[in-house]
């Protein structure tokens, strides 16, 4: 089932269901699917798709996720996921993802106002700048080692003779 044409521009929406799976939740919103599982009480994977099924595929994860002992607290306005180690934030309206670690302090989190969005067939997710993050290398790129404040194409070339403000270039890391 898809929820859209393909040349439109289109964010999650709002949590419309969900329901508790051996290794975490899964639930839909207005435009997509979504699963969050556990691998470890500090390693949570997130699905965000617009179809139905999920893939497991993944040349970064090779494990799988387990059963823990996971807290789910609803809300009126958010699903909280908390392990021993860190705290999953679902905000409802609009959906969008909180991680925070066991002292309840903000690691990462989803632009409130964005979240994942798809334009076209390409998708993006809108992150929220913590104070003092900083943004260190990124693969073969050039100018300064703090990277904050700049755009970088995620995308590797073989360009010879770059300039020192060229991008993209051989290697890109995107963390």
């Given at each position: 089932?898809?929820?859209?044409?393909?040349?439109?521009?289109?964010?999650s929406?709002?949590?419309?269901?969900?329901?508790?799976?051996?290794?975490?939740?899964?639930?839909?919103?207005?435009?997509?699917?979504?699963?969050?599982?556990?691998?470890?009480?500090?390693?949570?994977?997130?699905?965000?798709?617009?179809?139905?099924?999920?893939?497991?595929?993944?040349?970064?994860?090779?494990?799988?996720?387990?059963?823990?002992?996971?807290?789910?607290?609803?809300?009126?306005?958010?699903?909280?996921?908390?392990?021993?180690?860190?705290?999953?934030?679902?905000?409802?309206?609009?959906?969008?993802?909180?991680?925070?670690?066991?002292?309840?302090?903000?690691?990462?989190?989803?632009?409130?106002?964005?979240?994942?969005?798809?334009?076209?067939e390409?998708?993006?997710?809108?992150?929220?700048?913590?104070?003092?993050?900083?943004?260190?290398?990124?693969?073969?790129?050039?100018?300064?080692?703090?990277?904050?404040?700049?755009?970088?194409?995620?995308?590797?070339?073989?360009?010879?003779?770059?300039?020192?403000?060229?991008?993209?270039?051989y290697?890109?890391?995107?963390?």
């Amino acid at each position: 089932m898809h929820f859209r044409s393909p040349k439109i521009s289109q964010g999650s929406g709002n949590l419309q269901d969900w329901k508790k799976i051996e290794t975490g939740i899964s639930g839909k919103t207005d435009h997509t699917f979504f699963k969050i599982e556990f691998y470890s009480n500090s390693i949570v994977r997130v699905h965000i798709t617009q179809q139905e099924s999920f893939s497991d595929f993944s040349y970064a994860v090779v494990a799988s996720a387990t059963q823990l002992p996971i807290e789910v607290r609803e809300s009126s306005v958010s699903i909280n996921l908390k392990t021993s180690l860190l705290e999953v934030v679902i905000s409802k309206q609009p959906f969008h993802i909180a991680f925070k670690n066991a002292s309840g302090k903000i690691m990462n989190e989803d632009d409130p106002s964005f979240g994942t969005w798809w334009n076209g067939e390409q998708v993006s997710t809108y992150k929220k700048l913590q104070e003092g993050e900083r943004f260190i290398g990124l693969g073969e790129k050039t100018g300064p080692l703090d990277k904050r404040g700049r755009g970088y194409v995620n995308w590797n070339t073989d360009k010879f003779a770059y300039g020192t403000d060229d991008d993209p270039l051989y290697s890109s890391i995107p963390f």
